[in-house]
């Protein structure tokens, strides 16, 4: 005597096996944006920080009003655009441009033009060079950094203060370096690297720290939700359609 076994069919099972792999996918992408967007914004936020520009001395690369990003942390060269407080120089915070360390010699003339151990600098950056300041002549201290503005005829800098510690500022005094203009938009950009001083060897201006890479992986992470959930509202939604077709 023979059995026949019966099977119940499986009416549905493609569509929900469908749905929930389809499920699974966006999950997985939303997760993966999540875990983008927050990674991206933790860099920005532990290692860097607004500033606005208070005055026009560091003009035309930085202009009164712009509003910087400034990587905290992490050594300083010839070249850099550091921001900084020193109590001999008052309680603002201020920002120029490092064109000397610990040991170095730097000379400068009334137009503005420096000498650094003996070899002129030539720097592409400067506003138009004019009559009006101080000559000098300085070794600084170890520890210190001798610090100008790019608008040298416009400029309370180190060349102000020869009278303490040869106008120079200690390490511990800066804050932070200056990478990039994010406001106002229309001088939205990273700033250079300073080349100026690289004949001299180290230590010299620094390159941008993970500030491009930390903000697009932010952005992409914020769009890939976007994407994974409009993608699944879209599904949804065509599932329904089609649902209702079929009545």
Excluded at 84 to 102: I, M, N, S
Excluded at 113 to 122: K, L, P
Excluded at 155 to 181: K, T, Y
Excluded at 195 to 213: E, K, N
């Amino acid at each position: 005597m023979s059995s026949v076994a019966e099977r119940t069919p499986r009416t549905g099972a493609g569509p929900a096996r469908r749905r929930s792999t389809a499920s699974i996918v966006q999950g997985a992408a939303i997760a993966l944006g999540f875990v983008m967007l927050v990674g991206g914004f933790a860099v920005l936020a532990l290692q860097y920080r607004p500033y606005r520009i208070p005055t026009s001395s560091m003009s035309p690369t930085l202009e009164v009003g712009d509003t910087v990003l400034a990587r905290t942390g992490g050594a300083v060269g010839r070249g850099d655009i550091v921001v900084f407080q020193d109590q001999d120089w008052g309680t603002a915070t201020l920002v120029k441009r490092v064109v000397a360390v610990g040991g170095d010699t730097v000379s400068g003339d009334a137009e503005g033009r420096i000498t650094v151990n003996g070899h002129q600098v030539s720097e592409p950056y400067l506003a138009a060079l004019g009559t009006g300041g101080t000559a000098f002549s300085v070794t600084v201290p170890e520890g210190r950094l001798f610090l100008l503005g790019d608008f040298r005829g416009n400029s309370l800098d180190s060349r102000s203060h020869l009278d303490v510690a040869f106008g120079s500022v200690p390490v511990s005094g800066v804050r932070a370096r200056v990478e990039a203009v994010i406001r106002p938009l229309s001088r939205l950009g990273l700033e250079p690297r300073a080349t100026a001083f690289d004949g001299l060897g180290g230590p010299r201006a620094h390159q941008a720290g993970p500030l491009v890479p930390a903000a697009w992986t932010s952005a992409g992470g914020a769009v890939l939700i976007v994407a994974a959930s409009a993608a699944g509202w879209a599904v949804s939604l065509t599932r329904r359609v089609r649902g209702r077709g079929k009545v």
